[in-house]
């Protein structure tokens, strides 16, 4: 098993630019996150799913959008790319219910300019 | 408004020494989770505690949670160079989809 996985590691983008961050996981896990960190603010929550076709907003959602077309992806996008989003970006997968941990992946380092 | 806030938020030591660190929340958690995360990686659980005054032991790490269940603290015998990294801990409310985390103490050990 992979895990969770993320897609890229690293990016740099200009200002006003979009992209598209992939996470997938191979855990069958029912819920699935987005989570951004940066230096002494600890890991904030951008949107998160509880299943397939379903998305809501965390604590920190502006300017970024998500999907979850299949179980097993989640996708974060960002339209128009801003300094303010410099940061890491983890995405975490749960299974429903009970208190399991959550599994994170690697991370991905995103640079905006 | 942070419901969980860990102390110290840095703490470095040399290796042998022993340390606690600490979450609290004026909230009450059905269960709390203390995760490690090392440099470039992301965040690994240690261990989940439910009942309130509950104590864990994983090797040389102790966990406790709080008898009223609204906080917890970690305490590391003999911290090793490996213990260096940054420990979160995480707040289950109970019937929510989401965690509620800290900000991390940064654990620096010195050889």
């Known amino acids: 098993n992979a895990g969770v996985t993320q897609t890229p590691k690293f990016r740099v983008l200009k200002t006003g630019q979009s992209m598209t961050l992939l996470c997938a996981q191979d855990?069958?896990?029912?819920?699935m996150y987005w989570y951004r960190q940066d230096p002494g603010m600890g890991l904030r929550l951008i949107h998160y799913s509880v299943g397939e076709g379903t998305t809501a907003k965390g604590e920190v959602p502006d300017g970024y959008n998500v999907s979850r077309l299949k179980k097993q992806n989640f996708l974060l996008g960002l339209e128009s790319a801003a300094p303010s989003q410099t940061s890491v970006y983890f995405c975490?997968?749960?299974?429903?219910?009970?208190?399991?941990?959550?599994?994170f992946g690697p991370g991905t380092r995103l640079t905006v300019t | 408004t942070q419901l969980l806030e860990q102390s110290p938020q840095f703490l470095s030591i040399q290796e042998g020494e022993n340390l606690t660190v600490y979450c609290n929340s004026s909230s009450v958690f059905s269960s709390l989770q203390w995760y490690r995360q090392e440099p470039g990686e992301g965040p690994v659980l240690l261990v989940t505690?439910?009942?309130?005054?509950e104590v864990k032991k994983l090797k040389r790490l102790t966990f406790q949670f709080g008898d009223a269940r609204k906080d917890s603290s970690l305490h590391i015998t003999a911290a090793q160079t490996g213990d260096t990294g940054l420990y979160l801990c995480a707040g289950d409310q109970g019937g929510s989809e989401k965690l509620v985390f800290g900000k991390g103490t940064k654990l620096t050990v010195n050889p």
């Open positions: 975490a997968s749960r299974r429903a219910g009970g208190r399991d941990e959550q599994y």
């Open positions: 855990m069958n896990h029912e819920y």
């Open positions: 505690v439910v009942t309130g005054g």
